[in-house]
């Protein structure tokens, strides 16, 4: 818990204060009372319930003050509600690795199973966007909460040569943020390196990066993980063989507040691939994805079936429906105070009221 008017705290001297003057009350009251014959005799008349009763309401109204004067703070608090609309973006690998026999029938046939299953689960507030990337990176579908187009799309994955996992992470992040200028010809088609979260420049067009550079939205770095309307899954199960640094367009997620959740799909001991006369080994570059999750505020994944990745599916579809946000707290301890205040009066007036 963090308070907004933090320097409102000193308030809270005064609960001790109403403390004090209530013990001081009382001896008063006990210096001016009747005095019986006998002290038995006052204890029977009180009765040891009436004793213990006559302490409530005032002890309710010392709470009521004290939850008013801390409410006075502004105190904030992260709680889990409900999710408004979300935009979430699927980049999924579509090297030649992914026909990988190392998941039943095929690394690709699985992974789109596996999403198919994902899409129907959707919560309602998602809308989901799908982008592919192997030797560069392509807008399967734009964002849409059509659920039937999703699949389609996911029927559209086709296999190509090369993985360039910067630039499907960078198509997903400019889907995400249209308007802030993400020069996508030179970061996805060329190969220069990305700077802090800027656009790379081809080295060969200097003059129009420059003219370009004037339009793009000046970026102010939030806290990573800050966003809370949109967020991209990322799936791979290989290593980058072209285009940007992951790390690079990671940061560049960091710094506009994204998080990425990570899946590596695959088994950890990798597989043979074989096409056209030449072969290779698929492996997973699990540090890179850890890497990026870890950048951004979001998670990774190991799938090693498709049952696995089904049920990373399933996990994320929980986190989308419900979401973490800092609320102030200031209403609900004002409506608190209110109710022990109204409490401790109408028990002051049953059970102490005089007969006329």
């Known amino acids: ?56 309401p005032p002890l309710l109204f010392l ?8 409410a006075c703070a502004r105190p904030t608090a992260t709680v889990t509600l409900p ?11 579509v090297s030649r690795s992914m026909q990988a026999a190392d998941i039943a029938p095929n690394r690709l046939v699985a992974a789109q199973m596996a999403a198919k299953r994902f899409i129907s689960e959707l919560p309602s507030n998602v809308r989901l966007g799908i982008v592919s990337f192997a030797g560069t990176a392509a807008v399967v ?25 910067g630039s499907g992470l960078i198509l997903a992040l400019s889907m995400l943020f249209p308007d802030d200028g993400i020069d996508l ?3 996805i088609f060329e190969t220069p390196s990305i700077r802090a979260g800027r656009r790379a420049i081809p080295l060969d067009q200097a003059g129009a990066a420059e003219a370009a550079k004037k339009k793009q939205k000046e970026l102010q770095p939030v806290l990573p993980g800050s966003y809370t309307s949109g967020t991209i899954i990322l799936l791979s199960d290989g290593r980058r063989t072209t285009g940007p640094d992951p790390l690079d367009a990671a940061r560049m997620a960091a710094e506009r507040g994204v998080r990425v959740y990570t899946v590596g799909f695959g088994t950890q ?13 698929a492996r997973l570059d699990e540090p890179t994805l850890r ?3 870890q950048m951004t505020g979001g998670e990774y994944f190991l799938a090693s079936s498709e049952a696995d990745l089904s049920s990373v599916y399933r996990n994320l579809n ?11 707290l200031s209403a609900l301890l004002s409506a608190a105070a209110v109710v022990l205040l109204t409490l401790a009066c109408v028990l002051s007036m049953l059970w102490f009221q005089r007969s006329r």
């Open 185 to 187: 010809e030179s970061v």
């Open 1 to 56: 818990m963090r308070f907004l008017w933090p320097d409102l705290l000193w308030l809270q001297l005064l609960v001790p204060l109403l403390v004090a003057l209530y013990l001081y009350a009382l001896a008063r009251r006990k210096k001016a009372a009747i005095r019986y014959a006998s002290l038995s005799l006052a204890k029977v008349a009180i009765g040891p319930g009436q004793r213990l009763r006559r302490h409530i």
């Open 269 to 281: 001991q990798g597989a043979p691939i074989g096409d056209e006369g030449w072969s290779f080994f």
């Open 318 to 328: 929980a986190k989308f429906s419900m979401e973490r946000k800092e609320t102030e």
């Open 291 to 293: 890497t990026v999750a």
């Open 63 to 70: 709470l009521a003050m004290s939850a008013a004067l801390l």
């Open 83 to 93: 999710s408004d609309s979300l935009t979430v973006v699927l980049a999924v690998d």
């Open 141 to 165: 579908q734009t964002p849409t909460d059509n659920r039937q187009d999703m699949i389609e799309a996911i029927d559209r994955f086709q296999l190509q040569r090369a993985t360039a996992t």
